[in-house]
């Protein structure tokens, strides 16, 4: 099975901050990786398709890079609304989604 | 507007049956496959089930084969997960998400429900 790892599950930051989260597959899956944001009691939300493409209506300070088996999202300067769960998912081989990245204010 | 709409969650016994629905609206139905994902209480998300556009390929995550059945009726622009023999741990949030590619099985999920819960328990 395709598994996904991604790092670090919590991060303590704060409003302004660069912030880089990396996610890793167990076998090269391509450009196959999606980056979802989840806020409490709300559904996830698509940031990031194949990689590095910005999903409409998504702040330009989300990129998403990487390639085979490490990918990484990166938030270039931390907004309030930021602070969330992420997700990475892969879809090369059906789907598996990452463990999470929890934002914490520090 | 895309519209996704889960329904029929609630509480039940173990080993026995529930079905979900997931109601489309706002885009074309019949050319989009439709994933189930799950979230138990305070977890990660876990991908449970797809069907593709026409309904002739479905996939079921290990933990659900043989217990969870997914289907479609495009007429009626809903989607479904029959769950039968369910067990605690299949306590969850259930989501239909949208593929954000016409007609295939692989891709993102441009559009999510806003889920509906499982409750197993005696």
């Known amino acids: 099975d395709l598994q996904m790892t991604q790092s670090p599950s919590s991060l303590s930051v704060s409003v302004g901050d660069r912030v880089t989260i990396t996610c890793r597959a167990s076998?090269?899956?391509?450009?196959?990786l999606n980056w979802y944001q989840q806020k409490p009691g709300e559904a996830p939300k698509l940031l990031i398709y194949?990689?590095?493409n910005l999903q409409s209506g998504v702040p330009s300070r989300f990129s998403g890079s990487g390639s085979g088996t490490d990918f990484t999202l990166t938030i270039s300067s931390l907004q309030p609304e930021d602070f969330a769960t992420y997700y990475c998912?892969?879809?090369?081989?059906?789907?598996?989604f990452g463990q999470g990245t929890r934002l914490e204010i520090k | 507007q895309v519209h996704l709409v889960e329904s029929g969650g609630g509480v039940v016994q173990p080993g026995r049956s529930l079905r979900l629905s997931c109601a489309a609206s706002?885009?074309?139905?019949?050319?989009?496959?439709i994933h189930w994902v799950r979230q138990a209480p305070g977890k990660g998300l876990e991908w449970v089930a797809i069907?593709?556009?026409?309904?002739?390929?479905?996939y079921y995550a290990d933990s659900v084969k043989g217990r969870f059945t997914i289907s479609r009726d495009n007429s009626k622009n809903t989607l479904y997960l029959q769950m039968s023999s369910l067990r605690a741990e299949d306590t969850a949030v259930y989501y239909c998400?949208?593929?954000?590619?016409?007609?295939?099985?692989?891709?993102?999920?441009?559009?999510w429900g806003q889920g509906t819960l499982v409750t197993v328990s005696s």
């Open positions: 069907i593709s556009h026409d309904g002739s390929n479905k």
């Open positions: 706002g885009f074309t139905l019949s050319s989009y496959a």
């Open positions: 076998q090269s899956i391509s450009n196959n």
């Open positions: 998400a949208r593929v954000n590619i016409v007609a295939s099985i692989g891709g993102s999920f441009d559009y």
């Open positions: 194949a990689t590095s």
């Open positions: 998912q892969q879809s090369y081989s059906l789907v598996t």
